[in-house]
Structure formats: structure tokens, C-alpha cells
């Protein structure tokens, strides 16, 4: 079960980057914005590939925390791909933020 409602902010990174990537999220929030982060936002028990696919679905930005991490991560990679055919306002919006310089982690492709 996901706890946010449609529409919002959805954020891909690495958990690796998690420290950083949750002060951004907690930035947003507290500017008014419905986020979406998996570790706030998927409940114990609850399929949580079914729950992020869902959340993307129905998101209207994606943002994607790039670094080296997430640059190696298959499922940063899944989400930000999904993001490009999602059905919702995501396809338009995603936006990179990179956490390390561009030639640590070059941007997706």
C-alpha cells in the first residue's frame, strides 16, 4: 500500500545516496510538495515493486537523484525508463539531479 495520494513528486536514487536524497524530500515537503520515497512511503508488508510502478503511474515529476550509485543501480534505471512511458504528466518531467560531478557519473542514456 502506498500512503500518498496521485499526482506529486516522484524521486528515484540510489539508496546509497539515501542521506542526502531524504533532505531533499523533506526540503520539498515542507515547501508544500506531496513526495513520494520509498523508504516514507511504502508500508511493512506491501509489494513494493507493485507500490513503485503505481506511484510512478500516477506522478507528475519524477525527479532522479544521479550519482555513481545510481548510475549501477537496476532499479534506478527501471524507474526513471518507466518515467519516459509512463501514462501521466512523468513522460515530460524528469528531472536529473546529480550528487557527484558529471564525470563520476555520466547522465543516463
Request: proline share 6%; glycine share 6%; aromatic share 10%.
Amino acid at each position: 500500500m502506498v500512503r500518498r495520494s496521485a499526482g506529486g513528486v516522484f524521486i528515484s536514487y540510489s539508496h546509497r545516496d539515501r542521506e542526502i536524497v531524504s533532505a531533499a524530500a523533506r526540503l520539498l515537503r515542507s515547501g508544500g510538495a506531496t513526495v513520494f520515497q520509498d523508504i516514507a512511503d511504502i508500508k511493512a508488508g506491501t509489494r513494493w515493486k507493485a507500490a513503485l510502478f503505481q506511484a510512478l503511474d500516477q506522478c507528475e515529476r519524477v525527479m532522479v537523484f544521479w550519482s555513481s550509485a545510481a548510475a549501477s543501480s537496476e532499479w534506478v534505471e527501471r524507474e526513471w525508463r518507466s518515467a519516459q512511458f509512463a501514462p501521466s504528466a512523468c513522460l515530460a518531467a524528469t528531472y536529473p539531479n546529480v550528487t557527484e560531478p558529471p564525470m563520476l557519473a555520466p547522465a543516463p542514456g
